[in-house]
């Protein structure tokens, strides 16, 4: 089923690229790249050169139309392509860039959980152990709600 949504939504995408540009939407390209790019995953892969080059493309049109949150899920799955690769530096940087993309879309309350939690798998693989630990510890305690100024032990 992967492998023919990739082809919908490539379909979609190449329908969508030859609208006239008066009848474009804001949002509706970046929705259908990464919808794209979730149907990759399954389809070919997280590391598949056609996944990666789907998300790089998320992120330039996040950009391009100022969508934070769209932005977000972009690097989420360049993340995920990263350490599949094990780009492990880069990965790295682009989960330190998720934390703070999360502190500008605090309305999406699953963010900063999953930064955290992204941002923990980037440092454990790199080595950072103590980092690892503190931002997984922190992703659990934002998860579950314990509020950050508590006593408690997730709370380091």
Do not use: C
Not at 11 to 23: F, G, H, I, S, V
Not at 52 to 63: G, I, N
């Amino acid at each position: 089923a992967q492998r023919e949504a990739t082809e919908h939504f490539g379909e979609a995408r190449r329908l969508y690229e030859q609208l006239p540009l008066t009848e474009r939407q804001p949002g509706q390209e970046l929705s259908i790249i990464i919808r794209l790019g979730k149907a990759q995953f399954g389809g070919l892969g997280g590391a598949a050169p056609e996944t990666r080059e789907t998300f790089d493309s998320a992120v330039e049109v996040a950009l391009s139309e100022g969508d934070y949150a769209g932005l977000f899920v972009a690097r989420y799955g360049e993340h995920v392509g990263q350490m599949i690769s094990g780009e492990t530096r880069q990965a790295l940087v682009t989960a330190e860039e998720m934390l703070g993309l999360s502190e500008m879309i605090s309305e999406v309350a699953w963010a900063r959980p999953t930064a955290l939690r992204h941002l923990g798998s980037s440092n454990y693989v790199s080595g950072n152990l103590i980092r690892s630990r503190e931002a997984l510890l922190e992703a659990v305690a934002e998860k579950v709600g314990i509020p950050a100024q508590a006593d408690h032990p997730f709370r380091t």
